[in-house]
């Protein structure tokens, strides 16, 4: 398994690196079309600007390998072929690439592996180390990245760094599937500073998001959601959300990583699996 302080470390020193090769490729490329006289003649300065050239293309077509290897581990991750998916982004951190996007592109695929593998430490590290780079053309990754943060934090019992990585993520466009996360994140830090008023707020549109969620997130949310009406007095939602978590999942398991759920069935006994819940 990659360390991810190695491959913090490793990435760093390699996007130096790639800077002062692609900064000398275009400086000697300067100079042979500027300087007549770097050459012995012109078919020489030819020669030189045909190398340089050569050396570009082979370092970039090692630049599309490993991005081509980072961006298909994706896949694997969504899979649960997270060995598979070690693999391929190990050679991709260790592919040489000319330009910033196939590393930083391979760290952020880590972030989500081990985001995946609920190894928060890492996760929380990754995204950190990411965030703090140039992302140029790949700021598309800053969402993400914001949320395997958050939710990572979160998990490590920190909500206020939480809520700082969600910060700037109120007023931008996100897809459904960021959405979906940010909510069930949101719902979660509400819940943990005792904002349940927040969590109330239209609740009907954040229960029809959570349904279309993996049924994990699905449950943990609505079961949240189901807290929050408690707490706020409603019963009739806190009932009929608290029924439907029971349909979703095994609610002792539940409640066993979020123990602030045990107060949803602190008077109903928890009913057996495959028990119908009440419409």
């Known amino acids: 398994m990659i360390p991810a302080e190695a491959v913090i470390a490793r990435v760093r020193r390699d996007l130096t690196i790639s800077a002062i090769v692609k900064a000398a490729l275009l400086v000697a490329a300067f100079l042979v079309l500027v300087w007549r006289g770097f050459g012995t003649s ?6 030189l600007l045909l ?6 293309l082979a370092l970039s077509y090692r630049s599309v390998q490993g991005s081509r290897l980072a961006a298909d581990s994706q896949w694997l991750i969504a899979t649960g072929e997270y060995d598979a998916a070690e693999q391929q982004i190990e050679r991709s951190l260790k592919t040489f690439s000319l330009f910033r996007n196939a590393k930083l592109l391979g760290m952020h695929r880590l972030a989500m592996l081990r985001h995946a593998q609920r190894r928060w430490p890492d996760a929380v ?25 958050a939710e990572a934090l979160l998990e ?21 599937s960021e ?8 719902v979660d830090y509400q819940a943990r500073t005792g904002a349940w008023d927040q969590t ?16 994990t997130s699905a449950a943990r949310t609505q079961a949240m959601l189901a807290l929050a009406a408690k707490k706020s007095g409603r019963e009739d939602w806190a009932i009929w959300l608290r029924r439907r978590v029971e349909l979703l999942c095994d609610v002792q398991q539940l409640c066993a990583r979020r123990s602030i ?4 069935w602190a008077i109903d006994p928890v009913p057996s699996p495959g028990t119908p819940g009440e419409g």
């Open 51 to 56: 190398l340089i050239g050569g050396a570009w």
């Open 125 to 149: 590290a990754l995204s950190r180390a990411l965030l703090a780079q140039r992302l140029g053309p790949l700021k598309g990754l800053n969402k993400p990245s914001r949320l395997i943060l």
């Open 42 to 47: 012109g078919a020489g300065d030819v020669l």
């Open 156 to 176: 490590m019992d920190d909500p206020r760094g939480a809520r700082d990585a969600l910060a700037g993520l109120f007023d931008q466009r996100l897809s459904l």
């Open 261 to 264: 759920l045990w107060e949803l």
């Open 200 to 215: 109330m707020d239209r609740i009907a549109t954040k229960v029809q998001l959570a349904e279309l969620m993996p049924t």
């Open 179 to 186: 959405a979906m996360t940010m909510l069930a994140v949101q």
